[in-house]
């Protein structure tokens, strides 16, 4: 939902054009063709939006300049699962956390395990403020469980 001058509140979405407009960066093909890639499959790393783009990909080090450009505005989240490479999703702003599958590395989105931001404290080093909380859960999938 957001709202505009006025007080009008609109739940329409809003397009990537006009996102990338709203926090600050150019409109450029390569940014509309990666958010768009991650709007199709989320937990990809840089080489899988690379390849999923085909013909209109730009080399993978755009793809991974891009990438930076759109966590840094906050409009992708970048997280790191052990042994992988960091994967790449557009859901962003409410510190959910993550399961990976040990058989087939598939990602699954879990809700925040504990309220709100960050969702856990922990002994932190004096007048460390905690803003966020990344949790990796690992195990095996339901499908690749049922493979045996």
Known sequence: MRTYG????????????????????????G?????????RSPHVDAETIRQRLGHAAPSLQAVHNI??????????R????????????RRVGDNHHHAVCRRC?????VE?????APC???PTPSGFAVETAELIF???CAACAAQG
């Open 78 to 89: 970048r997280f790191e699962p052990a042994r992988s490479p960091a994967r790449y999703e």
């Open 112 to 116: 925040c395990v504990v309220g709100e």
């Open 67 to 76: 990438l930076a450009d759109l966590t840094e505005a906050g409009l992708v």
């Open 6 to 29: 006025g007080g009008v509140t609109t739940t329409a979405p809003i397009s990537d054009a006009a996102l990338l407009r709203e926090h600050g960066l150019r409109v450029t093909a």
């Open 31 to 39: 940014r509309l063709a990666v958010l768009s890639a991650l709007g």
């Open 120 to 122: 856990m404290s922990g």
């Open 105 to 109: 590395g598939e990602v699954f989105d």
């Open 138 to 140: 690992w195990g095996v």
